[in-house]
Each structure stands twice: as structure tokens, then as C-alpha cells.
């Protein structure tokens, strides 16, 4: 049983535009989400989170959105850029700590230029 | 900050034998690692979670005898397959928690390991 659901495997974006990645949940535990970046052969690297008393988090071109209600996250990248293509994961973590992690599947981004 | 390293970062080796992958935190003391099995196409699963000084907790169906974790130190943890076979071969990625944002813990992934037993 999925806990965590990307699903979207994959997104194609022109340059310039806006990329929305999405993601839902079915525990209600859950109160911490995260979104990580991976290159192939890579470690994921850390984007952005939230909490779950937000519903709204900006770092530069990304924003994540979070309605509670509907048990759903997106990644917004606005504007897209080349060097985002990649893996992106979403995962989530009850009790506001990134102790134990619950990823989602992986959406696999490509922009092009 | 929040750099986390894995070595090697790829090994083949015989099945039958045992590899040691080392992970550590570079610019930060981490009381919680965690590792982390990828196969192509697939999700990170957790295996284990690691605390520096105790017994590492391992996930349901994760072999504990099989997948050796020690953590020496708040900048240390090692994983070793003993005793591979080439199902155990796969990407093997570490993590290591620190506080960011306030008082919410992230976590900080190594590259990774990629692990080829033949």
C-alpha cells in the first residue's frame, strides 16, 4: 500500500514555462513533506518542505502547495530551466521530523530547451 | 552546509564476499543516519535507521545479520553487505538529519553507492 503516490512516472516542460509536480498521500499522520531532486547515480538532494500548518512555501523558483484536505502536495518551478530535469521525489513524515521518511515513487522531469 | 559523502562510490565484487560502504557527514554532526536501497526505477526504500552509540533499527524484511550497520561517531556510519550475492546488487544511498528551518530535522543524502556483485 502506497502511502506516498506520484502519479505521474514522467513531464515534459518547454524552457521558460512552468513545471507542476504532484503528489498525494493517504496517511493522515503525515505533517512534514518534502520534495528531493536526483540525478541518475546520484544521491537526492534536498528542494524544499512544509509543514502542514502552512499551505504555501517559496524558495526562488520553487513553491510547493499543500492542501490538507485533499491530501495533496505540488512542486511548482517556475521558470522551468534545462538543468531542472531530473527525478523528483516528494516524501512525508509524521510528527514534524524528517526521521523516517516515506518517499513517494518519483515523477522524472525533462524541460526542453 | 549539510554535505554528506559515501565511499566507494561504485564496487563489483565476488559474490560470497563482504563491502563496506562508509558514509559520512562532512560539515555537521548527525545523531540519525539512515540507509537508503534504490533499484532502477523504484523508489528509495529504507533499510535502516542508524543512531550514533546504539543498535541500528532496521526495516521489516531488511536481514540485520546481512546489511552490518555500525555508527561510530556523530560523523560516521558504515554499511556492510556480508557475504553479497548479486540480488544484493543496487544503489545503496545514506542519509544524515540535521535541523533546518527551526526545530524541523532534514535529511541530507550522500551520492551514493552503486554496488555490482558478480
Known amino acids: 500500500d502506497q502511502q506516498v503516490k506520484q502519479n505521474s512516472p514522467s513531464l515534459s516542460v518547454q524552457e521558460g514555462r512552468i513545471s507542476i509536480l504532484n503528489c498525494d498521500y493517504t496517511n493522515s499522520m503525515f505533517d512534514y513533506f518534502l520534495w528531493y531532486k536526483k540525478y541518475p547515480a546520484e544521491g537526492p538532494t534536498f528542494l524544499i518542505s512544509?509543514?502542514?500548518?502552512?499551505d504555501k512555501n517559496e524558495d526562488g523558483r520553487f513553491t510547493v502547495f499543500l492542501n490538507k484536505s485533499a491530501k495533496h502536495l505540488s512542486l511548482h518551478i517556475v521558470p522551468s530551466q534545462p538543468g531542472d530535469s531530473a527525478v523528483y521525489f516528494c516524501?512525508?513524515?509524521?510528527?514534524?521530523?524528517?526521521?523516517?521518511?516515506?518517499f513517494g515513487s518519483g515523477t522524472q522531469l525533462t524541460v526542453l530547451p | 552546509g549539510a554535505v554528506v559523502s559515501q565511499h566507494p562510490s561504485r564496487v563489483i565484487c565476488k559474490s560470497g564476499t563482504s563491502v563496506k560502504i562508509e558514509c559520512r557527514s562532512l560539515?555537521?554532526?548527525?545523531?540519525?543516519m539512515f540507509w537508503y536501497r534504490q533499484f532502477p526505477k523504484q523508489s528509495l526504500m529504507l533499510m535502516a535507521t542508524s543512531n550514533e552509540g546504539s543498535k541500528a533499527t532496521y526495516e521489516q524484511g531488511v536481514e540485520k545479520d546481512k546489511f552490518l550497520i555500525n555508527h561510530a561517531s556523530l560523523t560516521l556510519s558504515t554499511l556492510t553487505v556480508t557475504s553479497a550475492h548479486p540480488e544484493d546488487s543496487s544503489f545503496y544511498i545514506c542519509s544524515a538529519s540535521r535541523l533546518a528551518g527551526g526545530r524541523q530535522e532534514t535529511q541530507y543524502f550522500g551520492p551514493g553507492t552503486r554496488l555490482l556483485v558478480l
Open positions: 512544509i509543514s502542514s500548518i502552512k
Open positions: 560539515d555537521f554532526q548527525a545523531t540519525t
Open positions: 516524501a512525508a513524515t509524521p510528527s514534524g521530523s524528517a526521521r523516517q521518511l516515506t
